[in-house]
């Protein structure tokens, strides 16, 4: 049962992680170059297929993880310090993620409703430094889950 937690925690993550890189390293790069009243527009259609992953992804993360802590580990008294790091930077993560669906992004939600392609870049742009913030925690959190274990 160990490895359906652990396939599920890293489909997760590959998921998140991935998309976050493809989104901030070659679709902000392609989309850049487009006019602002197609740039926003196709951003919204972006964020709308992408983040219910993201949901996912929040959920399964730390159920897969707590299952394979309390398995694998016992509980909490056991852990390898870079369990406790990972638990950390994946909490954090999960936090600015709650943040940017309920700020920036509702915000931008309804500026491109109202056709308020100004203030929907503006929320765009926060999003986009907040999503660059998780990639790299992300990023972090992946490689210390990854090697901790050979440290």
Not at 22 to 27: P, T
Not at 40 to 46: A, E, M, Q, S
Not at 82 to 89: C, S
Not at 121 to 132: A, D, E, H, P, S
């Amino acid at each position: 049962m160990i490895t359906i937690a652990l396939a599920l925690h890293l489909l997760a993550t590959l998921i998140w992680v991935g998309g976050m890189f493809f989104a901030i390293m070659v679709l902000r790069l392609a989309a850049g170059e487009l006019d602002p009243p197609i740039r926003v527009p196709l951003w919204g259609r972006v964020f709308q297929r992408f983040f219910p992953w993201v949901w996912m992804a929040v959920i399964i993360l730390p159920l897969s993880g707590y299952w394979m802590i309390f398995s694998v580990w016992g509980g909490f008294a056991g852990l390898p310090l870079h369990v406790h790091i990972m638990q950390a930077l994946g909490l954090i993560m999960i936090l600015i993620y709650l943040h940017i669906w309920f700020a920036p992004y509702r915000r931008f939600r309804i500026a491109l409703s109202n056709s308020d392609i100004p203030e929907a870049g503006k929320n765009l742009n926060q999003i986009r430094i907040l999503v660059t913030v998780n990639l790299i925690i992300g990023l972090v959190t992946s490689v210390v889950g990854s090697t901790g274990r050979y440290w």
